[in-house]
């Protein structure tokens, strides 16, 4: 297993950006495929974006088309989460995640490694 950390949660007017952070320790991390997940309250953990090993394939859930971009660079064991044009129903814990399967993949259940979650918060 990969060890994760998010980063760059935060509150944010509605219309704004964030960008999110995953940092992975260890020296496997361009072998996994990485997703990032969310989860409001009272809600399941819902799939957002995922990549595959290299970065050359992505996915993304239809709510998030066109504002969020997943990439990665492999070379300093990150991934990251560009979000704009944020609504509030963005609001929700972010998680990022790493899988041993050829990526990428939405489903949650696949994923075995897992970050402690970055909140944030979009809110005028």
């Known amino acids: 297993q990969v060890q994760l950390v998010e980063s760059g949660g935060g509150l944010v007017q509605p219309g704004g950006s964030l960008r999110l952070s995953c940092a992975a320790s260890g020296r496997t991390f361009s072998s996994y495929a990485m997703g990032w997940f969310r989860q409001a309250p009272g809600e399941e953990r819902e799939f957002v974006a995922a990549?595959?090993?290299?970065?050359?394939?992505?996915v993304r859930a239809d709510s998030v088309k066109g504002r969020f971009t997943i990439s990665r660079d492999n070379a300093k064991n990150a991934m990251y989460l560009q979000m704009n044009s944020l609504k509030p129903e963005d609001t929700a814990v972010y998680y990022c995640?790493?899988?041993?399967?050829?990526?990428?993949?939405?489903?949650?259940?696949?994923?075995?490694?897992w970050g402690q979650g970055t909140q944030v918060t979009v809110s005028s």
């Open positions: 995640a790493a899988t041993a399967i050829a990526g990428p993949v939405a489903r949650r259940d696949v994923y075995d490694s």
């Open positions: 990549i595959d090993w290299s970065g050359s394939s992505t």
